[in-house]
């Protein structure tokens, strides 16, 4: 579960707006991909450009979908995207877009994720779709960019879910700029 959050939890202010949580993405002199689109700290660089390559799938809600416009059909990372919703695949949005997938509910689409990574990791977008998934006992890392933003209300990281889960010390902690990378991974009874 990943996602870039404000100091106080906040993934996106009440309108989802991210504001100055994306602001690290410019901040530096490190291309983050072959586009030189974003560009960052070394450190960033180093600890981010590992983990997009690592991904095979990405779990996401239909909120971010729509909001995105599922990024004009081409992933963020990984090859394919599995999307939460009870919404079906807007008819008229890419029908060539094949690495595009539907699921009804959160067990669904991880399960459809794993299959399509082929061993490869699982990103799964924070917010309620993470947080249900994360109530469920689907994931094992929780990964968070913080930036040094205080929203103050907003969409939260964890979603709704309000159930205590106790999490390893971080495993990974990189100061970036304007940007702190750290990765939990999730206590087992």
């Known amino acids: 579960m990943h996602?870039?959050?404000?100091?106080?939890?906040?993934?996106?202010?009440?309108e989802d707006q991210v504001g100055p949580l994306f602001d690290w993405y410019g901040n530096g002199e490190s291309p983050l991909g072959d586009d030189g689109g974003f560009r960052v700290s070394k450190a960033s660089a180093?600890?981010?450009?590992?983990?997009?390559?690592?991904?095979?799938?990405?779990?996401?809600?239909?909120?971010?979908f729509d909001y995105t416009?599922?990024?004009?059909?081409k992933p963020p990372a990984g090859?394919?995207?599995?999307?939460?919703?009870?919404?079906?695949?807007?008819?008229?949005?890419?029908p060539e877009a094949s690495h595009y997938h539907f699921a009804t509910d959160v067990p669904e689409a991880i399960a459809k994720a794993k299959e399509l990574a082929a061993g490869r990791t699982?990103?799964?977008?924070?917010?309620?779709?993470g947080g249900q998934a994360f109530a469920l006992g689907l994931v094992d890392?929780?990964?968070?960019?913080?930036?040094?933003?205080?929203?103050?209300?907003?969409?939260?990281?964890?979603?709704?879910?309000?159930a205590q889960q106790l999490l390893e010390d971080p495993h990974v902690v990189i100061q970036g700029n304007r940007v702190l990378h750290l990765q939990y991974r999730v206590r087992t009874a």
């Open 141 to 162: 890392v929780v990964a968070m960019d913080v930036a040094p933003v205080f929203f103050g209300k907003g969409k939260r990281y964890f979603g709704s879910a309000d």
């Open 122 to 129: 699982v990103a799964l977008t924070a917010g309620d779709i």
């Open 46 to 64: 180093d600890y981010t450009r590992p983990l997009w390559d690592s991904l095979g799938v990405t779990v996401m809600g239909r909120n971010l």
């Open 79 to 94: 090859e394919h995207v599995v999307v939460v919703s009870h919404r079906p695949r807007p008819a008229d949005w890419h």
């Open 3 to 14: 996602a870039v959050v404000s100091v106080d939890g906040f993934i996106a202010d009440p």
């Open 69 to 73: 416009n599922g990024w004009d059909a």
